[in-house]
C-alpha cells in the first residue's frame, strides 16, 4: 500500500508537469481518513491552482488555513483566487489577517498586498509594502515595473 505522503509526492510531480487529470487520480487513491488532512488539501489547493479553478481554491485554501494557519501558501493562493475574481477588497484582507498568523510572512505576502492596495488606489501603503517586498527580494522591482496590478505607481 502507498503511503500518502507518497501519493502527495507523486501528485505534486504531475502537477509540476501539467498533468492534471493524473494528479486527481493520484489524490483520489488517498485513503479516506488522511483527505481532510491540511497536507492534502494544500496539495488539492495546488492542483485548484493549476486549473484555475478559483472558487475551489477559495473554498479549500480557507479550509487549510482554518486546519494550519501558520502555513503561508494557502493563504496566498486564497488571495490570489479572490483577486482572479475581482474580489480586490477580500483578497487585501485576506492577506492582512494572515500576516498575524503566518510564523515568518516571505516578501510575497508584502508584494501582493502592494498589488492589492495600489488596485483599490492606496498607492502611499502600495509603495510602502513595495519597498518592503524589494528590500528582501531586490529581483522583484523587475517584475514589478512591469506588473499591471502595480501600473499605477508608475
Keep these: 500500500m502507498i503511503s500518502t505522503h507518497k501519493h502527495l509526492d507523486y501528485a505534486l510531480g504531475y502537477i509540476g508537469l501539467n498533468l492534471l487529470a493524473e494528479a486527481r487520480d493520484e489524490l483520489a487513491l488517498i485513503k479516506a481518513a488522511d483527505r481532510e488532512t491540511p497536507e492534502v488539501l494544500g496539495v488539492q489547493v495546488e492542483l485548484a491552482m493549476a486549473r484555475q479553478t478559483w472558487t475551489s481554491v477559495i473554498t479549500l485554501a480557507s479550509r487549510v488555513?482554518?486546519?494550519?494557519?501558520?502555513?503561508?501558501?494557502?493563504?496566498?493562493?486564497?488571495?490570489?483566487?479572490?483577486?482572479?475574481?475581482?474580489?480586490?477588497?477580500?483578497?487585501?484582507?485576506?492577506l492582512l489577517r494572515a500576516e498575524g498568523k503566518i510564523t515568518d510572512p516571505s516578501p510575497l505576502v508584502d508584494y501582493n498586498?502592494?498589488?492589492?492596495?495600489?488596485?483599490?488606489?492606496?498607492?502611499?501603503?502600495?509603495?510602502?509594502?513595495?519597498?518592503?517586498?524589494?528590500?528582501?527580494?531586490?529581483?522583484w522591482k523587475t517584475e514589478a515595473a512591469s506588473d499591471p496590478d502595480l501600473a499605477a505607481l508608475k
Design 113 to 139: 498586498l502592494a498589488c492589492y492596495f495600489c488596485l483599490l488606489g492606496d498607492l502611499p501603503e502600495a509603495r510602502r509594502r513595495l519597498k518592503r517586498a524589494c528590500a528582501r527580494e531586490p529581483d
Design 65 to 94: 488555513t482554518a486546519a494550519a494557519p501558520v502555513l503561508e501558501r494557502p493563504w496566498i493562493a486564497w488571495a490570489y483566487a479572490l483577486r482572479e475574481k475581482q474580489r480586490i477588497t477580500e483578497a487585501r484582507d485576506v
